[in-house]
């Protein structure tokens, strides 16, 4: 079951994003046979508020200010 809302605001990394359209549901099968935790996922309501840079060979998520 997923539940929506609106957050009024949320904070990565000292990143404060406004007015974020948002859904809630479990993702525990994500983490099934691995050896890391996905605590969650980030779309495009967040990646599209500015430049964004996705580093794999880093393992970051960069956001421009």
């Known amino acids: 079951k997923t539940k929506s809302g609106d957050l009024k605001k949320i904070s990565m990394n000292g990143k404060i ?15 099934e046979g691995k050896n ?18 996705i580093s794999f060979a880093r393992k970051q998520i960069l956001f421009e200010k």
């Open 36 to 53: 890391f935790k996905i605590q969650g996922l980030i779309g495009f309501p967040i990646l599209s508020q500015q430049k964004t840079i």
């Open 17 to 31: 994003f406004k007015k974020v359209k948002t859904a809630f549901t479990n993702i525990n099968h994500f983490n």
